[in-house]
């Protein structure tokens, strides 16, 4: 794994089919020809974006020497989520703000009648 | 900006130094000049950083032609906080079980007085 977890976490899932191979594994386990299968590509395709993804800890592999099932691991996205903390009252208050306004206008409007 | 923004996004992130300027314009907008003092990195390097958090959405800049501070915008992180949100549960459920095992560990402990 890399030195830089957070950093190797952020390049994993910068690309989208890696992203829908995460969302597939949300609903359980899967051998890389059951993964291969909805997304049209190659088992060795498959294979190379397994591999990135476990070499930033976001999978773990079964020992099942034949299936070797891909297994979510939730902690580095746990890390982005708590990376994220900071940031998360930029939107937040705008959305506090959206609600302060919109309840401005139902007032106004409410007074005018 | 890339068609696909979340991976833009996560791309732009996956770069300590990126995510450290990021951190610095949480504490409100600077120029280039400025960013570059705390990391002892020339101009030149920070706005190669600058511009691919521009590409990504992550920062615009504003237009006076000497200083073009950078800012935060919130947006792409707000997208990747809603991409969070099915996974969540993912460590939720497992802290979750934690309070549960504590709970019960404090229930015997309490029992055995």
Redesign the interface.
């Known amino acids: 794994m890399s030195r830089?977890t957070?950093?190797?976490a952020?390049?994993a899932?910068?690309?989208?089919t890696r992203?829908a191979i995460?969302?597939r594994l949300?609903r359980g386990e899967a051998s890389v020809t059951e993964l291969a299968e909805p997304f049209a590509m190659t088992p060795r395709a498959v294979s190379k974006h397994v591999a990135v993804l476990e070499a930033a800890g976001l999978v773990t592999r079964g020992r099942d020497a034949q299936r070797r099932p891909s297994r979510?691991r939730?902690?580095p996205?746990?890390d982005?989520?708590a990376?994220?903390r900071?940031?998360?009252r930029?939107?937040e208050e705008?959305f506090d703000r959206l609600d302060a306004r919109l309840a401005e206008q139902q007032d106004e409007e409410n007074g005018s009648k």
Do not use: G, H, K
């Open positions: 830089d957070l950093s190797a952020f390049a899932l910068a690309d989208p992203r995460l969302d949300l979510i939730a902690e996205l746990a982005i989520d990376w994220l900071s940031y998360r930029l939107w705008r």
